[in-house]
């Protein structure tokens, strides 16, 4: 099992910036993807960005060139760079882990999940 713990979340203005980490523990030998996701109130969990063991990431198309995802392994964290947030962005964030080879269009490749953070912009 992945343990997954998020941090950093918080309420900013519009055009503002945020940065989330997660940080992981457990069988981390097994993890081939990580990603972010979001929830809106009233809406589905989406997939925001990936990041597989061999560096490729991918993005929602929305939020490309504004947020940047990168993982350090030695110290067991998952980033996630926002900048340019607008209101759209608000939600709950999840960092989530997942064996496979695969990347957030996935979410059922997504096996350990942390607890969420929550953005909210305004």
């Known amino acids: 099992h992945v343990q997954l713990v998020e941090s950093g979340g918080g309420s900013v203005q519009a055009g503002g910036s945020l940065k989330l980490s997660c940080t992981y523990s457990?069988?981390?030998?097994?993890?081939?993807?990580m990603g972010w996701f979001r929830q809106a109130p009233g809406k589905e969990r989406e997939g925001v960005a990936s990041i597989n063991n061999d560096a490729h990431t991918r993005y929602k198309s929305s939020v490309e060139g504004r947020f940047a995802i990168s993982r350090d392994k030695v110290k067991h964290s998952l980033s996630l760079q926002m900048n340019s947030l607008k209101p759209d962005d608000t939600g709950t964030y999840y960092c989530?882990?997942?064996?496979?080879?695969?990347?957030?269009?996935?979410?059922?490749?997504?096996?350990?999940w942390g607890q969420g953070t929550q953005v909210t912009v305004s």
């Open positions: 989530a882990a997942g064996p496979f080879y695969t990347d957030f269009r996935d979410v059922t490749d997504f096996a350990h």
């Open positions: 457990g069988y981390t030998s097994f993890i081939d993807c």
